[in-house]
């Protein structure tokens, strides 16, 4: 089954930087776009960045850019969202997802196009 495991969250101080990792498993993961979704305390979950299924296009949210960047290894089965000149606002649960269509090469930001979740990691930048 689809299986998709986030890790590299923690406590970073404003202006830090963290690595997050997607470890995916159960599907042909170079044939899917992959995207990375935030949820913070009491707020609706928010899409941050997405990559094409070759890694070819990549399509962030205007309050992260400049600042994260999204990219995947094939051949590990992994997508990476590295968080640079981190903000306490960007303090969230951050899920990585699988886009619900096979070889998509500009996925969208709408979080109903994707279909299978990870359980998240904890993000919180705080001094």
């Known amino acids: 089954q689809v299986q998709l495991v986030e890790s590299g969250g923690g406590l970073v101080q404003p202006g830090g930087s963290l690595r997050l990792s997607c470890a995916a498993s159960?599907?042909?993961?170079?044939?899917?776009?992959m995207g990375w979704f935030r949820q913070a305390p009491g707020k609706e979950r928010e899409f941050v960045a997405t990559?094409?299924?070759?890694?070819?296009?990549?399509y962030y949210a205007d309050s992260v850019k400049g600042r994260f960047a999204i990219s995947r290894d094939n051949a590990k089965n992994t997508v990476y969202l590295q968080l640079n000149s981190l903000k306490p606002e960007d303090t969230a649960v951050y899920y990585c997802?699988?886009?619900?269509?096979?070889?998509?090469?500009?996925?969208?930001?709408?979080?109903?196009?994707?279909?299978?979740w990870g359980q998240g990691t904890q993000v919180t930048v705080s001094s």
């Open positions: 997802a699988r886009d619900s269509f096979l070889g998509r090469l500009t996925p969208g930001p709408k979080s109903y196009e994707y279909t299978f």
């Open positions: 159960g599907f042909t993961f170079s044939g899917f776009a």
């Open positions: 990559i094409g299924a070759s890694g070819g296009y990549t």
